[in-house]
């Protein structure tokens, strides 16, 4: 991690730059053959993309990372997973990573680790011993095993989407007092 990553609450002021965040990300995907995962189209230009990261900065928690004041990075959490996905109930108060996004031209830099790791801090500092997260499991499920080097065990496999073609897996982090 950069010793000069900050790691901020972020607000509406900042969803532009979250947007931002996730176009690149879907530009990055999509140069590397992947346009299943978060799809071809940038964010920024979907009817729902711009109101969805408003609901983000403004109904759930995020955060912002930032290197020399520039957003690198994005993690929303929230007290569950999104109504939208068939995943099932955690049984217990849980923090839910609903949102992690990392600017591509810092990759290798563990900005997203430490969005994680912050991640996991509020979710103890909440009382709360259950960490959250699900994502896209499909190709090589390299970010199945990049949330699993970060902590994470897998639990549920799922389909999302339209017909179920959209290949997910739940992952859980079980956190000490």
């Known amino acids: 991690m950069p010793p000069d990553l900050r790691i901020r609450p972020a607000d509406r002021s900042d969803a532009p730059a979250v947007l931002a965040l996730m176009d690149g990300a879907i530009r990055w ?4 053959g992947n346009t299943e995962q978060w799809g071809t189209v940038p964010l920024s230009e979907r009817p729902e993309g711009p109101a969805r990261i408003e609901r983000y900065t ?3 928690t995020p955060y912002l990372a930032e290197l020399a004041g520039v957003p690198v990075g ?3 959490l929230h007290t569950g997973p ?4 068939p995943v099932p ?3 217990e108060p849980e923090r839910y990573v609903r949102l992690l996004v990392t600017d591509r031209d810092h990759a290798g ?5 430490a969005l994680l790791a912050h991640a996991a801090e509020e979710t103890r500092r909440a009382g709360i011993r259950l960490l959250r997260v699900d994502c896209w499991a499909g190709a090589d499920g390299a970010l199945v095993a990049y949330y699993q080097r970060n902590g994470f065990t897998p639990t549920t496999a799922f389909r999302a989407g339209p017909e179920g073609a959209w290949p997910g897996r739940l992952l859980e982090r079980r956190l000490t007092p």
Not at 82 to 85: A, H, Q
């Open 29 to 32: 995907m999509n140069a590397r």
């Open 89 to 91: 109930p955690a049984g």
């Open 109 to 113: 830099l563990g900005i997203g680790a």
């Open 74 to 76: 994005a993690l929303v």
């Open 82 to 85: 999104s109504p939208d996905l």
């Open 58 to 60: 403004t109904e759930q």
